[in-house]
């Protein structure tokens, strides 16, 4: 008869108690890992928008760099240079923030699962 629950060959994988009875319960939480926020600043200061990518945050990271090209377009009219700056600014402490908030609630869960 075959093996209802094939060993994983990944060890880092934990399963919560929980999983047998209902498949899939608790693996995405304990595959999450932490960020570093200082990487996802630098990538914005790189790139706006790349940081928020590296947190997880697609769509964020493309209207960042979205608007930081409608705010070259803008240049021309004077306004784009208070935009530009003010939307890499932005770019950069966002990613940072995004990151701290993930890692906290990454560290609250692992926690919370431990107790």
């Given at each position: 008869?075959?093996?209802?629950?094939?060993?994983?060959?990944?060890?880092?994988?934990?399963?919560?108690?929980?999983?047998?009875?209902?498949?899939?319960?608790?693996?995405?939480?304990?595959?999450?890992?932490?960020?570093?926020?200082?990487?996802?600043?630098?990538?914005?200061?790189?790139?706006?928008?790349?940081?928020?990518?590296?947190?997880?945050?697609?769509?964020?990271?493309?209207?960042?760099?979205?608007?930081?090209?409608?705010?070259?377009?803008?240049?021309?009219?004077?306004?784009?240079?208070?935009?530009?700056?003010?939307?890499?600014?932005?770019?950069?402490?966002?990613?940072y923030k995004?990151?701290?908030?993930?890692?906290?609630?990454?560290?609250?869960?692992?926690?919370?699962?431990?107790?």
């Open positions: 008869m075959e093996e209802i629950h094939p060993e994983t060959s990944d060890p880092s994988v934990e399963f919560h108690p929980k999983a047998d009875m209902t498949p899939g319960y608790g693996t995405e939480e304990t595959r999450q890992k932490r960020k570093n926020p200082v990487i996802a600043a630098l990538l914005s200061l790189i790139i706006p928008g790349l940081g928020q990518v590296y947190a997880g945050d697609l769509y964020k990271g493309l209207a960042l760099f979205a608007a930081l090209v409608v705010s070259l377009c803008l240049i021309a009219l004077i306004i784009g240079f208070f935009t530009f700056f003010a939307t890499w600014i932005f770019a950069v402490s966002d990613a995004m990151v701290k908030k993930q890692n906290d609630r990454v560290e609250k869960k692992k926690n919370g699962a431990s107790a």
